[in-house]
């Protein structure tokens, strides 16, 4: 995801494990897709990192100084990809809570909603 132009994903490292079962779809990751990505994403630093003994996961970090970690658990190349989407399409803001409802001073010049309402419908030949 990008604000004004900057896109907010600055780097990206892979982890797995060198022997471990669930780490399977991320070593054939690396092995296949890796350099494409590479090639398609040369604004993002993407490094590799193998951690025996830990089930695979992705680490994104942002622009702003946030990381976000993801699983990648037994997942095949299309579910890694999916995580490593997900990655990109965030700010890598934390998420905050909304604390009160929204009121306006100005109400809607359309009145109220109501669920009993007619709706005129209109067909144009």
């Not at 132009?5 to 890796?34: D, H, P, W």
């Not at 190349?77 to 934390?94: T, W």
């Not at 009121?103 to 209109?122: K, L, M, N």
Request: aromatic letters at 6%; glycine letters at 10%.
């Amino acid at each position: 995801m990008s604000i004004r132009g900057v896109l907010q994903l600055n780097k990206l490292t892979l982890s797995y494990c060198r022997i471990g079962g669930s780490s399977n779809g991320m070593r054939k990751f690396i092995a296949e897709e890796l350099p494409k990505l590479k090639e398609s994403w040369p604004a993002v630093d993407i490094g590799v990192a193998m951690k025996n003994g830990h089930h695979p996961f992705v680490v994104g970090e942002y622009v702003h100084g946030n990381t976000k970690e993801v699983t990648c658990r037994n997942e095949d190349i299309k579910g890694i990809m999916r995580q490593i989407g997900f990655l990109q399409g965030q700010y890598g803001m934390p998420v905050k809570k909304i604390q009160h409802r929204q009121r306006t001073r100005r109400p809607s010049i359309q009145g109220a909603w109501a669920a009993d309402a007619e709706i005129a419908v209109t067909v144009v030949p």
